[in-house]
């Protein structure tokens, strides 16, 4: 973690309003809705930093903005307001939220790599592991087969799965071997910017615990920064250096990550460090 | 000719909204021009979109062929020519030199055009990224945005089950470094005469109302990755059984008699000039 270089991301103001909203809508907020007209505010002013090969973890709730916040990163959709600047493109002085569409593509595919909680909206099921993760390598303009296909080995091999079923499509596959799929597909360009979205929600426990030490070894190995959501809170104290902790679409508290188990502030995070022991 | 019909069929308000179609498609090649399909006495799916054009096109000293899967014999062929002959009143021909106006089904002549014909070809699906995304929507902004990603992923798919790109026919290419267009259903043997070609390509569907053209001298690259080659139909050591031509697209049929498998070129009016016969 090199908290003293230029952040690899920054998010400024992030604000995912569904409604119109009113003028009186942050006075009368019942949890992220607004108790006068109805908008819900899924994420509420949110601002972070992502530095260098550090991994930020974000825990809360469900419901509390957590995908929100990831999926707006990944260009799934424009936010209402807000700005994210990636220190890999123009020197992170423009809103890639205001980027084109094709510059979009660009950050997208070759900056970041993303694991959805879902794997059906990361991964194409009726393509083989080896084309799934090859979109990404075309995506970026790759126009070599034989690379692609070495790539696709080197990766699968990386995420411990047999290269001889590389052919096969994902739907063939185990929950566990689908997330270590979509990892791979991630960092088919090797990005700068890995985020994680309940990579382990779901899988038995054997299967969260290799998933979990992959990542470990990612880190270790690509000093890659990792942004990781979680609603669990054991899954974040293993992985993440800094942690921020989410409600109702807001940011309650952060701070790095032991501190935040061994001397949290907010009623609500105290009460997910409870529910840890 | 039947005077109860204007010349050509199709109303002169008609062809003109069709000719600056086909005058937008040529300004833009491979790009897909709607247009505003006419019901003709054919059903849709049966070369509309190709006979609109030819009906758009033809003039009283224009030589029309008409070829279905290179044979000018074929039912849907001759109608067609009946058709037209009809209600232009044109000459007809089945020699590809004579011709001015060719209108084709799944194959390209043979004998290289010249820069005074025109090829019309009827084309049941325009979109070449139909195959990967099913709304109009979406391809429409696939285009714009030049996101061609998924019809390479298909492609490095087919490698991946295949070990080659088992794409026989519609077989995508990018016209001008621009466009990704489908070349319809010619066998990909045909794909590399539109590169290049002296003549004007015009490509119709009447059923999806679109036009859209390759210009004299325009680029037509079929997608291939920069290890593996783009490649054609081989009909290695095959030749034609009755002209013995080896470099034609060849059909492939079995002799009743002996049960053996049989090679004759399916463009008809190429095989017979070969033989020396009149065509
Ligand atoms: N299309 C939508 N229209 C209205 N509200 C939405 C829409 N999408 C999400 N929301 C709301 O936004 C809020 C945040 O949802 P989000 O999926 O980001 O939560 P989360 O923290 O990822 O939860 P979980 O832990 O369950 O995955 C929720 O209240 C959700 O109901
Ligand atoms: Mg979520
Ligand atoms: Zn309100």
């Not at chain 2, 498609?25 to 006419?38: C, D, E, H, K, T």
């Not at chain 2, 390479?152 to 794409?167: G, M, N, T």
Request: glycine share 8%.
């Amino acid at each position: 973690m090199r908290l003293n270089e230029t952040p690899v991301l920054r998010v400024k103001n992030l604000i995912v309003r569904y409604g119109d909203g009113c003028p009186a809508c942050q006075e009368n907020l019942d949890k992220n809705r607004c108790a006068l007209c109805g908008a819900i505010w899924a994420a509420n002013d949110i601002s972070l930093d992502v530095y260098p090969g550090e991994t930020l973890g974000i825990v809360g709730e469900s419901g509390s903005g957590k995908t929100t916040l990831m999926r707006s990163l990944y260009f799934d959709f424009t936010p209402t307001s807000g700005v994210a600047t990636l220190r890999d493109h123009k020197d992170g002085q423009e809103n890639i939220w205001g980027a084109s569409a094709a510059e979009r593509r660009m950050i997208r595919n070759i900056h970041m790599g993303m694991v959805y909680q879902n794997p059906a909206l990361g991964l194409r099921m009726d393509y083989s592991a080896a084309a799934n993760i090859a979109e990404k390598i075309l995506a970026a303009g790759g126009r070599n087969a034989g690379q692609m296909t070495g790539r696709a080995r080197e990766l699968l091999e990386a995420v411990e799965i047999m290269t001889s079923r590389m052919g096969e499509t994902p739907k063939n596959f185990s929950g566990g071997m689908r997330q270590r799929v979509q990892i791979s597909k991630a960092l088919a360009n090797s990005p700068a910017l890995l985020l994680l979205d309940e990579v382990t929600t779901g899988l038995d426990l054997s299967v969260q615990a290799r998933v979990l030490d992959l990542i470990r070894k990612i880190k270790a190995r690509h000093g890659i920064s990792i942004l990781l959501v979680s609603h669990d809170l054991a899954v974040v104290r293993m992985l993440a250096d800094r942690t921020i902790v989410m409600l109702d679409g807001k940011i309650v508290e952060s701070g790095l990550t032991d501190q935040i188990l061994e001397d949290p502030r907010h009623a609500y995070t105290q009460q997910l460090v409870h529910s840890l022991i | 000719m039947n005077k109860n019909y204007n010349f050509a069929f199709l109303d002169e308000g008609s062809k003109r909204e069709i000719r600056r179609a086909s005058l937008k498609a040529v300004a833009i090649p491979g790009y897909q021009v709607p247009f505003g399909s006419r019901e003709l006495p054919i059903g849709r799916g049966w070369g509309t979109g190709g006979i609109q054009l030819t009906l758009s096109l033809i003039g009283p000293d224009d030589v029309l062929k008409v070829i279905d899967q290179g044979s000018d014999e074929s039912v849907n062929a001759v109608n067609i020519k009946k058709f037209v002959g009809l209600c232009a009143d044109v000459k007809t021909t089945t020699d590809t030199r004579e011709a001015t106006l060719i209108q084709t089904r799944h194959r390209i002549p043979e004998i290289p055009m010249t820069n005074d014909q025109i090829l019309v070809l009827q084309i049941p699906i325009p979109e070449p990224l139909r195959v990967v995304e099913a709304s109009e929507e979406a391809t429409k902004r696939m285009h714009a945005e030049k996101d061609y990603a998924p019809i390479w992923l298909e492609l490095y798919e087919s490698l991946v089950k295949y070990k080659r790109i088992a794409i026989a026919t519609e077989y995508p290419c990018m016209v001008e470094e621009r466009h990704v267009m489908n070349p319809g259903p010619i066998p990909k043997f045909d794909n590399p005469k539109l590169h290049d070609a002296e003549c004007l390509c015009l490509f119709g569907a009447g059923r999806e109302k679109k036009i859209y053209a390759v210009p004299p001298h325009t680029k037509v690259v079929s997608l291939a990755f920069d290890d593996v080659p783009f490649e054609r139909e081989s009909f290695a050591g095959k030749r034609c059984r009755l002209c013995g031509s080896a470099h034609t697209y060849l059909d492939e049929t079995f002799d009743a008699l002996t049960g053996e498998k049989v090679y004759q070129c399916s463009d008809t009016s190429y095989c017979k000039e070969a033989r020396g016969q009149c065509v």
